[in-house]
């Protein structure tokens, strides 16, 4: 079983549309977690950390569900700016290092 | 704001030359970390590094691989004898804390020929 997984997309979404993600993780002991945006052949920047309570950034909104182990991120009134791939990032608290899921795309369509 | 700096951005290497990736993490940053990412592929990790030694590394970090902190600054990854599946983008990332958000390098691209 993968330590992270997402759903690939692609999201297509016109400006201004409400989009969200979600990222499923397997281990239930995991205590970190993040979002991460990579735009082409760059790398990945931190969005934004997701804590227990949910948090939000300006127009992005993360949630964590640790029942059922899935975190979230809903972007409103998107802009073109915002495609990218977005990274659902994993600590599973066994050490450093970090799980990657294989990142869901977005486009925002004029 | 300071950034994870990274050299070169771009190397070119024959299958069984050995190359040394380098960084430069965040300056009062204590843990360091090398990410791959195949063309494609998704993001995996390689190794942490703290107080001067591996902390944790994975099954692609083989004898092949090793990373070291020559000085105050710098952060390698070296890789003795290249082979053509090594060609991927490698990031470098550094975080104050374990756990804590980590911060990335913009890479270096690595074609193994």
């Known amino acids: 079983r993968k330590e992270v997984e997402q759903d690939p997309g692609p999201f297509n979404v016109p400006e201004g549309a409400t989009v969200a993600f979600n990222c499923t993780y397997s281990?239930?002991?995991?205590?970190?977690f993040f979002w991460y945006r990579q735009d082409c052949r760059k790398e990945p920047k931190l969005l934004m950390s997701v804590y227990s309570s949910g948090n939000e950034d300006g127009r992005f909104t993360a949630q964590l569900n640790r029942a059922s182990q899935y975190i979230s991120l809903l972007i409103r009134d998107s802009k073109l700016s915002d495609s990218a791939t977005y990274l659902c990032?994993?600590?599973?608290?066994?050490?450093?290092?970090?799980?990657f899921g294989t990142g869901t795309s977005l486009t925002v369509i004029p | 704001e300071p950034e994870v700096t990274q050299t070169p951005s771009h190397q070119v290497t024959q299958m069984g030359q050995e190359v040394i990736l380098r960084c430069v993490p965040i300056s009062n940053h204590l843990y360091f970390y090398w990410y791959r990412q195949i063309l494609g592929q998704k993001v995996e990790f390689l190794v942490s590094f703290y107080n001067n030694e591996i902390s944790e590394k994975s099954e692609i970090f083989d004898d092949q691989f090793s990373v070291e902190r020559p000085d105050g600054s710098n952060f390698t990854l070296k890789i003795r004898s290249t082979k053509l599946e090594d060609s991927a983008m490698y990031f470098c990332a550094s975080s104050d804390e374990q756990q804590h958000e980590q911060f990335f390098g913009p890479g270096t691209r690595l074609t193994v020929l």
């Open positions: 281990n239930s002991a995991s205590q970190s």
């Open positions: 990032v994993v600590n599973p608290n066994t050490g450093n290092q970090f799980y």
